[in-house]
């Protein structure tokens, strides 16, 4: 069988938190959030020479903002998978490929980190 | 009772779980495949193999699970019978599964393959294998991703283009005479800010003339159509009227999604200006009436 066998069902029961450091702000439909930098790009010696901010800043749309709100620390990647499904009318894998992008994204960006349940 | 749905693909019918859909497909026409899968895995690959005579299928069983034997590891294997279908049952690799093979009428060679979760549904296997048919209908009927397509028999799958809230089909002849494209679109709210004869307006190839758009009530759907010309797909294109484009778009207001279906094919080909909505694409139930502009 070519159709790859392994199952996505653990990273479905995931639980995703939103960065509580991040600051939110409304902007156009959805939402622009604060983060503060994980590392400064501009090497030590130029710094006095580049000003860079400490923050960064992320527009996130109108279904990201929804993503980002149902990651409160109590719902799993799959609720919020059937969330999202049932609010934009998307099968469940439709919804589970968008909702896993912007999660993707969101991580990268350290907006949100994910959590795994020991049992 | 598990609901089930009809899946169409490349003239091979099969009824599958509703919550299963196609994750995986080839467009290929001699051999190929299409995996189906639950929320949680795979759990169904079903794939075609154009022969030129039937295989030993007892032969060919006890090849494949000398194969297996040697690649993985392989225990509790066992052969078994579905009516027409047959093959074994074995756990490969710590994974239950079935394999069956069928050979079809049309001279193809079916094999499919599925995973278990936990323990094997033998209902379920006979359900699925019962609903297994190859069709041959007037035209080309394909039923996947929630569109529901009776294209022309001469014309072949170009693209298939499948991303979360939208799905796209177009077939094309082998000589650019005739184009047919097949759409289903979600996420409405998010980026159709147009009403839909505006948006069908805008889809209209370059060089697209004497236009007439109507607009037709059937049932619960308000269908909007376009009837045009257009010069010939490839050179010389020297009539502006050499083909007729034709088109209609609609929201299906079960599910939701705008549905649109578009064709060019020549113009010296006689037809009733009938809707493609329900005749070349259906969304449901409502759209199995043909309707007439």
Redesign the interface.
């Known amino acids: ?9 653990e990273m ?1 029961l995931a639980i995703p938190f939103r960065n509580e450091a991040a600051d939110v702000e409304p902007e156009n439909n959805g939402i622009r959030v604060t983060v503060f930098a994980k590392e400064n790009p501009v090497p030590l010696l130029l710094r006095w020479l580049i000003k860079t901010s400490d923050r960064k800043y992320y527009s996130i749309d ?2 990201g903002k929804y993503v980002w709100e149902q990651c409160n620390g109590n719902n799993s990647v ?1 609720t919020i998978v059937d969330d999202f499904a049932n609010k ?11 909702v896993c992008e912007y999660l993707k994204v969101m991580i990268q960006k350290g907006v949100i980190a994910i959590g795994m349940d020991k049992n | 009772m598990t609901k089930t749905k009809d899946i169409i693909w490349r003239e091979l019918a099969i009824s599958v779980p509703s ?1 299963w ?1 196609i ?2 497909f080839s467009k290929k026409e001699e051999n190929g ?1 299409v ?1 189906f ?1 639950d ?4 759990r169904l ?1 079903l794939r075609w193999n154009q022969l030129p005579k039937k295989p030993n299928l007892e032969h060919m069983i006890q090849d494949n699970l000398a194969r297996i034997r040697k690649k993985s590891t392989l225990t509790g294997d066992r052969l078994v019978n579905y009516k027409n279908w047959q093959g074994f049952q074995a756990t490969i690799n710590q ?1 239950l ?1 079935t394999h069956l093979v069928y050979w079809t009428d049309d001279q193809r060679l079916i094999e499919t ?1 599925f ?1 278990w ?1 936990d323990k094997v549904d033998k209902g379920l296997i006979k359900k699925l294998t019962n609903s297994f048919r190859t069709v041959d209908e007037e035209h080309q009927h394909w039923k996947a991703f929630g569109l529901d397509i009776n294209t022309q028999k001469d014309l072949f799958l170009d693209s298939c283009k499948i991303q ?2 939208s799905a796209k089909f177009l077939f094309q002849d082998k000589k650019q005479l005739q184009l047919e494209i097949y759409e289903r679109i ?2 409405l709210d ?1 980026w159709l800010k147009k009403p839909v004869n505006e948006w069908l307006k805008l889809q209209e190839p370059n060089g697209v003339n004497n236009q007439i758009y109507k607009e037709t009530a059937i049932g619960n759907h308000r269908v909007f159509s376009v009837r045009g010309f257009i010069s010939a797909m490839s050179f010389p294109k020297w009539s502006k009227k050499k083909n007729r484009y034709w088109a209609d778009a609609w929201i299906c207001p079960e ?3 705008l549905y649109h279906v578009s064709r060019i094919f020549s113009a010296k080909e006689k037809v009733k200006d009938e809707l493609l909505f329900g005749q070349y694409l259906r969304c449901c139930e409502t759209a199995s009436v043909k309707g007439t502009i």
């Open positions: 069988m070519e159709a790859e066998s392994n199952s996505w069902k479905l109108e279904l799959e934009y009318c998307l099968s469940f894998h439709e919804a589970r490929v968008s | 919550e859909e994750l995986q495949f995996a899968a929320r949680y895995q795979f690959e994974e599964r393959t995973i979760p979360p809230g979600g996420l998010q599910d939701k999604r």
